[in-house]
């Protein structure tokens, strides 16, 4: 039976008005940490090494949402290295997370991928062009404008550079977006309401999610997201109801047991290439391996692990880090840089493997 959309659905998440149920919230519980908003030292390098990539157009696939089961996690990392052409540009994305962003510079970005217990979010980083003025014609102020640019990197007609990635937001979903006290203020457009066939309630309830990350990332703290439509309360959002603000999830963490920040997809590598990104809570140890197209590892090793507050990572993140891989010598071509995790989950007494990987072009 199809969603109510005068009826708030059971599960709306952080919904102040209507909190989500064990039952539901279990669709997001993931034993990993959640990633925080900002990547000083990511923004840093990516200031330092400002080099944008091309990507070719990416299609907007939903991703069909398993029942997920808990786990902590081992992390591996691959990179594969090749020619990437298209036409949003990507910069280097590094290491850990940050200050606000700023309109037409580089934002941090959520999107949904598989992982061994189901789908979560991974952030990717990203160039955007800077927000003049809304659909309605109005012009918004430069923290609205950049919150409005970060989000419009969620819609299809843009999406993630990694393939792995997809966004559960239609075209052109974002209308405008306004940084009151206390909360973002989303408008959309009216397809963003509906849930999109082949979408899961649990995979709408990532949706949700996907607008919140991205938005604290924008501006650089956590707040809610409020969702309206022509400038009303939104009856449903995703074909989910949404009768109040949603917050991030902070029960469970919905986001990537190991995530990669550092290269970014379709990175141009130099004489050396350094890895970097978060990982749970309870990840232990970080192994990473550069591969060939053909899948034969010219390099390999285990990553530091930073605890929270250590080498640019924020108080809420632990990360990761590789020494300098030589890359001097290597054949040009595509390489994949993989990062991998294995543990035992929380929910079973089998280990499950995470990983998180890059496509790098040696020139």
Do not use: K
């Not at 299609?59 to 290295?81: C, I």
């Not at 809304?134 to 299809?156: F, Q, R």
């Not at 707040?223 to 009856?235: C, H, I, K, M, N």
């Not at 990175?267 to 232990?284: A, F, H, K």
Request: zero cysteines; charged letters at 20%; proline letters at 9%.
């Amino acid at each position: 039976m199809p969603d109510r959309p005068d009826q708030p659905e059971a599960g709306d998440p952080r919904s102040r008005e209507a909190p989500a149920p064990d039952e539901l919230r279990s669709t997001l519980h993931h034993a990993a940490a959640g990633l925080a908003p900002g990547d000083r030292l990511g923004d840093v390098r990516r200031r330092i090494r400002a080099r944008a990539t091309t990507r070719a157009p990416r299609r907007w696939l939903p991703v069909a949402v398993g029942a997920a089961v808990a786990t902590a996690a081992v992390v591996v990392a691959a990179v594969t290295v090749g020619q990437v052409t298209g036409a949003a540009s990507r910069p280097p994305a590094a290491g850990r997370t940050p200050t606000a962003a700023t309109a037409g510079g580089p934002v941090a970005l959520y999107f949904v991928a598989e992982t061994a217990t189901g789908p979560r979010l991974f952030r990717e980083f990203a160039t955007l062009p800077g927000v003049v003025s809304t659909p309605d014609g109005a012009t918004p102020s430069a923290t609205d404008a950049t919150v409005l640019a970060a989000l419009g990197g969620l819609a299809a007609d843009r999406g993630p550079a990694d393939p792995d990635y997809r966004t559960l937001w239609p075209a052109g979903a974002f209308t405008a977006a306004a940084v009151r006290t206390g909360q973002v203020v989303v408008d959309l457009a009216p397809a963003a309401l509906r849930r999109p066939p082949g979408v899961s309630r649990g995979e709408a309830l990532l949706g949700l999610q996907q607008v919140v990350y991205t938005a604290e990332a924008a501006i650089g703290r956590a707040v809610p997201v409020r969702f309206t439509v022509g400038g009303e309360p939104a009856p449903t959002v995703l074909g989910l109801g949404t009768r109040g603000t949603v917050d991030r999830d902070r029960q469970y963490a919905v986001t990537a047991v190991v995530n990669i920040s550092d290269p970014a997809e379709g990175q141009r590598g130099g004489d050396t290439l350094t890895g970097g990104g978060t990982i749970g809570e309870y990840v232990p140890a970080v192994r990473w391996t550069l591969t060939t197209a053909g899948g034969r590892v010219v390099e390999q090793g285990r990553a530091r692990i930073l605890a929270a507050g250590e080498g640019g990572t924020t108080e809420h993140a632990r990360g990761w880090e590789t020494p300098p891989i030589d890359l001097a010598g290597l054949p040009a071509g595509e390489y994949t840089f993989t990062a991998l995790v294995r543990s035992v989950g929380q929910g079973s007494g089998a280990p499950a493997t995470f990983t998180d990987d890059r496509t790098v072009v040696v020139p």
